[in-house]
């Protein structure tokens, strides 16, 4: 018998993908609620706990990564570290914003739940395979960040909102297909990596309405 067979999984029952739909949907809400715990705690932190913070929720990421074959307690464990030390990095933003528009705030948070709702509910229902739309998407995502580190440098008039818009696309793009991985995979001890794809969209959507409803210039 060969052995490349015996390492070829089966498709997950439909019982046993809806199980890690919602388990996956679990991890992300009480990844999402110790990230507000960390932006709570490290509202009043300087930008260099900020950037420190961010290369420690790096780390753990790849941590994830790692762990999410060998040990799913270790892998949760590490998911909602990850979302506490990104919590404590965007704390001084969200606090900026809270302090200067509350509603927008609000308002952000609102537009992501509708957002992350509808396009995770196509990207779930689409059959046709978005690998190819994700792979080009990641390199528009690169181009946005070089985009946006130009931005902190050269006065470009309409370059926040520019940036905005262009990474909500990019995000409704990577919504989609991280949903449509949740409905394929084969194995359902990926369900806190998935968590961590999913949380990093719902962040950085949210990070992007609230610079379009914070009025940024």
């Known amino acids: 018998m060969s052995s490349t067979t015996a390492t070829v999984r089966a498709p997950l029952s439909r019982g046993e993908t809806g199980a890690l739909l919602g388990q996956t949907m679990g991890l992300v809400a009480l990844t999402s609620g110790v990230f507000a715990l960390g932006a709570y705690i490290g ?27 060998r040990s799913e307690q270790l892998a949760v464990g590490l998911l909602f570290g990850f979302g506490l030390l990104l919590g404590l990095a965007v704390a001084p933003t969200v606090a900026y914003y809270a ?36 792979h080009s998407l990641l390199w528009a995502l690169l181009a946005l960040i ?27 793009g990577l919504t989609l297909f991280d949903f449509q991985r949740l409905r394929q995979t084969k194995d359902i001890r990926t369900a806190p990596l998935l968590a961590a794809s999913i949380f990093l969209d719902v962040l ?14």
């Open 43 to 69: 509202r009043d932190t300087s930008g260099d706990w900020a950037i420190g913070s961010y290369i420690a929720a790096f780390a753990l990421l790849l941590g994830i990564n790692a762990a999410a074959q």
């Open 99 to 134: 302090g200067a528009d509350p509603q927008a705030v609000w308002e952000a948070g609102g537009a992501t739940a509708l957002f992350i709702a509808g396009f995770g509910a196509a990207g779930y229902a689409i059959r046709r395979d978005l690998s190819r739309l994700a």
């Open 146 to 172: 070089v985009f946006g580190i130009a931005l902190v440098f050269v006065q470009i008039p309409g370059g926040a909102l520019i940036y905005a818009i262009a990474g909500l696309v990019i995000f409704a």
């Open 204 to 217: 950085n959507v949210f990070l992007l309405f609230l610079s379009l409803f914070g009025g940024d210039d």
